[in-house]
Nanobody, 126 residues
C-alpha cells in the first residue's frame, strides 16, 4: 500500500516563500508521474506541477517562474518550492502519484493519479 504524507504548509505574506514536501511510503516504481494539485475554497481541484520519473517537470501557467517541483529518489520525497507567493495561491495542496504507463508523459488528468496525500494548507495574505 502506497502512502503519501505532505508537510510544509503554512501562512505567509504575499511575496514570501514556502516549501512543501511529500514523503512516499510503500512500494516504489521506476516509472511514474508525481504531482502537486491544489484546491481553493469554492473551486475545483487543479494541477499545479507534475514531474516524470526522469525529472521532466510541467507547470500550470499561473505558477511558471515562481514554483519549482523536484524529487529526491533516495529519500522517496517530492518537493514543491514556492516563491513570490500570491493571495490567489491560497489553497489546500495535495501530492499525488500515478504509477500507470504513460507513453505520452505526465499530465494534470487527476483520474490517472492512483494515490493522494491528505493535503497541507497554504495561506497567502495580501
Amino acid at each position: 500500500q502506497v502512502q503519501l504524507v505532505e508537510s510544509g504548509g503554512g501562512s505567509v505574506q504575499a511575496g514570501g516563500s514556502l516549501s512543501l514536501s511529500c514523503a512516499v511510503f510503500g512500494y516504489s516504481y521506476s516509472s511514474y508521474c508525481m504531482g502537486w494539485f491544489r484546491q481553493a475554497p469554492g473551486k475545483e481541484r487543479e494541477g499545479v506541477a507534475v514531474i516524470e520519473s526522469d525529472g521532466k517537470p510541467t507547470y500550470t501557467d499561473s505558477v511558471k517562474g515562481r514554483f519549482t517541483i523536484s524529487q529526491d529518489n533516495a529519500k522517496n520525497t517530492l518537493y514543491l518550492q514556492m516563491n513570490n507567493l500570491k493571495p490567489e495561491d491560497t489553497a489546500m495542496y495535495y501530492c499525488a502519484a500515478d504509477y500507470g504507463w504513460r507513453p505520452n508523459g505526465c499530465s494534470f488528468t487527476q483520474v490517472e493519479y492512483n494515490y493522494w496525500g491528505q493535503g497541507t494548507q497554504v495561506t497567502v495574505s495580501s
